[in-house]
């Protein structure tokens, strides 16, 4: 179920007060990904990770086979549902997925991050940035709050975590 609301302000409160009702395992927040407005066109590295998380939610919602009596709320706003979002086959297409213990050819990893637009820091500090410092690959995802750290033995990943920007 989708509720537009008025505004971002509205979108907000009522997210809020859904998710105390409903609980937040249900309910979703679809924000603009732009910071106040899309005129100013300063992109919100927080909301888009919201937009990714929503639309992954979607996504697996739909993709499951016994569809029970459970249901998906999903608050908006005007603006926010304006805007073009990537199609589930594309999403897909460029999700990367990793497993402790996979074997991994690392520089064909870091070609496919630059590929799908990441950018090469020093240290990772918002999402679209990955870092590579010796064995230790830090990837900050569009979909999470928190940067993934994939601990490299060789070509085996060893770990993989997710770690605070602030305290690293």
């Known amino acids: 179920m989708l509720m537009i609301m008025q505004d971002a302000d509205e979108a907000g409160y009522f997210y809020h007060d859904l998710t105390q009702i409903m609980g937040e395992g249900r309910v979703l927040y679809f924000p603009s990904s732009y910071r106040r407005a899309i005129k100013y066109g300063q992109r919100d590295a927080a909301n ?21 009596n459970d249901s998906l709320y999903i608050v908006s706003y005007p603006e926010a549902v304006a805007e073009q979002v990537v199609s589930r086959s594309n999403l897909q297409e460029k ?13 064909l990893l870091l070609r496919q991050l630059r590929e799908y637009g990441f ?50």
């Open 48 to 68: 888009e990770i919201l937009r990714t998380e929503t639309l992954s939610a979607i996504s697996s919602f739909q993709q499951q086979e016994n569809m029970s």
């Open 95 to 107: 999700t990367i997925t990793l497993e402790c213990e996979q074997n991994v050819d690392v520089d």
């Open 119 to 168: 950018r090469e820091v020093e240290y990772v500090y918002e999402p679209g940035q990955f870092a590579l410092r010796g064995s230790i690959l830090d990837v900050f995802s569009f979909s999470s709050e928190y940067p993934y750290r994939v601990d490299f033995f060789g070509d085996d990943i060893d770990s993989i975590r997710t770690f605070e920007v602030e305290n690293q």
